[in-house]
């Protein structure tokens, strides 16, 4: 798989039906191993590790109903009290980020309300904290750290 712009990581690799498959540490079982599953592993691992965010408040691929549609989201990191602190979207290294990517990932975020987004492919990240009051968001350097409220 493809280097990304992400510290190094360690991984469990098996052969599944003549396809790899990674170990999802929080899902608890292998999933094929696609270009957008590296890129999410490693977000994972970025928040878990750098980032510090507990893994007991970190979720991914679920299903959300937005405008009547289902929905899922790669990753979402909540508060302990479930608040969302976090939504981040991935693509794969290949995906180039637009303002499509934007754009889904704020009407993913109407009806989550998280205070901090996270757009990335692997190889560009974007960060940014939302300004409910002005209906914007705000670009960051990085993601903050985790830090109980």
């Known amino acids: 798989m493809q280097k990304l712009n992400f510290p190094s990581y360690s991984f469990r690799f098996?052969?599944?039906?003549?396809?790899?498959?990674?170990?999802?540490?929080?899902r608890k079982k292998f999933i094929i191993l696609t270009p957008e599953e590296w890129v999410r592993q490693h977000c994972v691992k970025f928040l878990r590790e750098e980032k510090k965010y507990p893994s007991s408040l970190i979720n991914v691929e679920?299903?959300?109903?937005?405008?009547?549609?289902?929905?899922?989201?790669?990753?979402?990191?909540?508060?302990?009290?479930?608040?969302i602190r976090i939504i981040v979207e991935c693509k794969a290294p290949s995906v180039k980020i637009t303002q499509d990517?934007?754009?889904?990932?704020?009407?993913?975020?109407?009806?989550?309300?998280a205070d901090l987004l996270m757009v990335t492919n692997g190889i560009q990240h974007f960060f940014c904290r939302m300004?409910?009051?002005?209906?914007?968001?705000?670009?960051?350097?990085?993601?903050?750290?985790?830090?109980?409220k």
Request: aromatic share 14%; net charge negative.
């Open 62 to 83: 679920k299903q959300l109903k937005l405008a009547g549609l289902t929905k899922r989201y790669d990753i979402v990191v909540f508060e302990p009290e479930g608040d």
């Open 131 to 148: 300004d409910y009051d002005k209906e914007t968001y705000i670009f960051l350097r990085e993601l903050p750290e985790y830090t109980r």
């Open 14 to 26: 098996k052969n599944s039906q003549n396809k790899i498959a990674v170990f999802d540490e929080l």
């Open 101 to 113: 990517t934007f754009d889904q990932i704020a009407r993913y975020n109407m009806s989550l309300n």
